[in-house]
């Protein structure tokens, strides 16, 4: 059978943007997705992927531009695959946001909100620049290239970007894209490693080195020179989450730690643990989710997907006991510790696969005012599921995907008697399309 030939570059004139930031066009009825390429610009691209009802397309050019387009920040951008937003102004990225929050409540939930919050996002100065405090790094030797690469991979390819620095990494890592280049090549095992993870603290900066082979005792020196010239923490992983150990084994430095000032609360954390992105936009977040929640002092709150505690400790301040659950031993014990650290008493933790109950638990079945829900990708739609025998009034559902909130929105407000009173945009990863939001359930405010 004969391959079909290879198009190549075509122009066109773009139609719309989808929710994703991606230009579209239609051609000869099909639709085109021209990542980067904004409603009304006039463009050459290049196929790249082909599917049924629709083709992904890579920009070329811009011959005409919109009024509307600014010059991206970051070099890399178009390549990169960790940003997709930098050529638009950072209102209007908000507002693609809330369009697509808007549509996946209505398309796959069926629902709308009574009333529409307000976007939350750092509002400082370049407060959409540097704020990324966790993330993996991959790293690729490449011979072509004469380097070893360190970044994020390509918008196109599973390659890594071949990159200098990083405009949304927080400080002081943003600059040492390069310098961690050249440190990693004059490495023995240059080639067996695979990923750093970025951990940037309050107090300190932490980088785990993935090693696939033991470094060489020249090898560790390198590593502690650099640690030392740049003021970072170097931790090697040699497997699984266990095997992470410093540098300097003798040596224990404090853990990281980030405070949420408005509650007194500090929150540590190791290396590789979840913690929201953007610390600026958490903690006004976690303020908003605990006023949504309507608390009052005598109140029991369920908060599910707890992690290590970054909603359950500051709910903790404010109502009488808190119940935090979560699937993974090693998140439930680092929270229970910052509930110590904190000398929070009336908040407890405890470990339960979510998406295996089968409303048997008995913490199903203790009395709960409030729940909070913070799930991750899939959603929460086992606790949906069973969210009747919790009989909780009020809900605060905190999300990091659209979709699966509206689904889950479907089910509480057509299933389960809940008003969906309340949704907005939480903007945690500015210049990216991705799209973490807040929703507010009610049982009193029900309409007949």
């Known amino acids: 059978m004969a391959r079909k030939k290879q198009r190549g570059p075509e122009t066109a004139t773009i139609e719309s943007v989808s929710h994703d930031g991606r230009g579209i066009a239609a051609i000869e009825g099909k639709k085109v997705f021209v990542a980067g390429a904004l409603a009304g610009e006039e463009v050459r691209f290049q196929r790249r992927k082909r599917h049924r009802n629709f083709d992904d397309a890579e920009l070329l050019e811009v011959l005409i531009p919109s009024a509307s387009r600014i010059e991206p920040r970051c070099a890399a951008f178009g390549t990169c695959g960790g940003c997709s937003l930098q050529h638009i102004p950072e209102d209007d990225q908000r507002a693609i946001k809330h369009q697509t929050l808007v549509d996946s409540l209505q398309r796959i939930g069926n629902v709308a909100p009574d009333r529409w919050l307000p976007p939350l996002f750092n509002d400082e100065i370049d407060g959409g620049w540097n704020y990324r405090r966790r993330a993996r790094l991959a790293v690729k030797d490449v011979a072509a290239k004469g380097r070893v690469l360190v970044g994020f991979r390509e918008r196109h390819a599973p390659f890594v970007t071949n990159m200098f620095r990083c405009e949304v990494l927080g400080h002081p890592v943003d600059g040492l894209i390069e310098a961690l280049s050249d440190m990693i090549a004059t490495l023995s095992i240059r080639s067996r490693v695979p990923q750093i993870e970025v951990a940037i603290a309050d107090n300190a900066v932490a980088l785990v080195f993935r090693v696939l082979d033991p470094p060489t005792d020249d090898d560790k020196s390198k590593l502690a020179a650099f640690a030392c010239e740049h003021s970072v923490r170097v931790l090697l992983q040699p497997g699984g989450l266990d095997s992470i150990v410093p540098l300097d084994a003798a040596h224990i ?27 600026d936009v958490n903690a006004r977040m976690v303020s908003r989710a605990i006023d949504l929640l309507q608390l009052e002092p005598h109140h029991r709150v369920l908060d599910l997907y707890c992690g290590i505690g970054n909603f359950s400790l500051p ?7 808190v119940l935090g659950v979560e699937g993974e031993n090693r998140q439930v014990a680092r929270a229970t510790a910052n509930a110590a650290l904190n000398n929070i008493d009336n908040c407890e933790f405890r470990t339960a696969d979510l998406s295996k ?20 990708r899939n959603g929460a739609p086992e606790i949906v599921e069973q969210i009747s025998a919790i009989a909780a009034q009020r809900i605060v559902y905190v999300s990091c995907h659209p979709g699966t909130l509206a689904r889950d929105a479907g089910q509480l407000v057509g299933h389960h ?32």
């Open 417 to 448: 008697g809940y008003a969906l009173e309340a949704a907005g945009i939480v903007d945690m990863f500015p210049h990216t399309a991705h799209v973490e939001s807040l929703a507010v359930f009610d049982k009193t405010n029900k309409k007949e």
């Open 357 to 376: 109950i089968d409303g048997r638990e008995s913490w199903m079945h203790e009395h709960w005012d409030r729940v909070l829900l913070d799930p991750a």
């Open 315 to 321: 709910l903790a301040r404010k109502c009488s006991y």
């Open 253 to 279: 430095d404090p853990a990281l730690s980030y405070r949420i000032d408005e509650f007194d609360v500090t929150i540590e954390f190791e290396g590789t643990d979840f913690v929201q992105v953007n610390g």
